[in-house]
DNA sequence: TTTATTTATTGCAATATTACGATATATATT
DNA sequence: AATATATATCGTAATATTGCAATAAATAAA
């Protein structure tokens, strides 16, 4: 096959694995970081801030967006993209929520 | 092509990265919050809580295994798996200083 | 030892991802 | 209008992922 059986599982956890297969590239984490780094909004730089061609970049891009990871103004003849902080946030608590729940049970065995 | 170029990536890029991607499927995520609610080590009974096949369940277990996930030691006929709570805390960590990051920061123009 | 149980591996088909050259689009500048 | 600049899309090749039937491997139970 090659497609997921998303249809049986959880909207929660569908949406999970979307955000965090979207981060599943160091290519994205790199983004990420370069957006929280230069602070806010950045038009253009960052295809020349990657070992990547243009029309890789704005693939990856675009994945970012559709996870709703970043999100993308025009301004101007350049687009400014900037982090979409309720995602990430939902997926730090997501994370959070999973860590507490391990320290609380705790049930070591392997 | 089809392979990253993580060569061109910070190791804790790629390290986030990869673990990010195992978590990147609703069929792992539904794993380890399975791991979490019976909590501490099962044997067996995953493929039976999933809608999936034996062998996919197992390819799924063995992705969050290479991504240090989770740990599995034999018990008798069967394989108990846990959580590793080293990695996820890791991951949360990075989320947590990434969002610290952003609060700080807010700079908001989108 | 034979049989059952549990998990892993192999092989394969369908689909998705990654990467990039070529090209399109859209605005800015001259 | 013509040209430059910035980003997106298309097309395509290489590779990876997903899913499962068939089968192997390894231990347990009879």
New interface residues.
């Given amino acids: 096959m090659g497609a997921?059986?998303?249809e049986?599982?959880?909207d929660e956890?569908?949406t999970?694995?979307?955000i965090?297969?979207?981060?599943?590239?160091?290519?994205?984490?790199?983004i990420?970081?370069h957006l929280?780094k230069v602070?806010?909004?950045i038009c253009g730089e960052i295809v020349n801030e990657?070992?990547?061609a243009q029309p890789t970049v704005s693939q990856h891009l675009k994945e970012l967006k559709n996870a709703k990871i970043i999100?993308?103004?025009i301004e101007g003849n350049s687009i400014?993209?900037?982090?979409d902080?309720t995602t990430?946030?939902h997926?730090?608590n997501y994370?959070?929520n999973?860590?507490k729940?391990?320290?609380i049970?705790?049930?070591?065995?392997?």
Avoid at 105 to 110: A, D, G, L, R, Y
């Fill in positions: 997921s059986k998303t049986h599982f959880s956890q569908n999970i694995a979307i965090a297969k979207a981060l599943g590239h160091p290519a994205r984490i790199a990420i970081e929280i602070n806010a909004c990657l070992p990547l999100k993308g103004t400014c993209y900037c982090i902080e990430l946030n997926l730090k994370f959070e999973i860590t729940q391990l320290k049970k705790s049930t070591h065995c392997c």
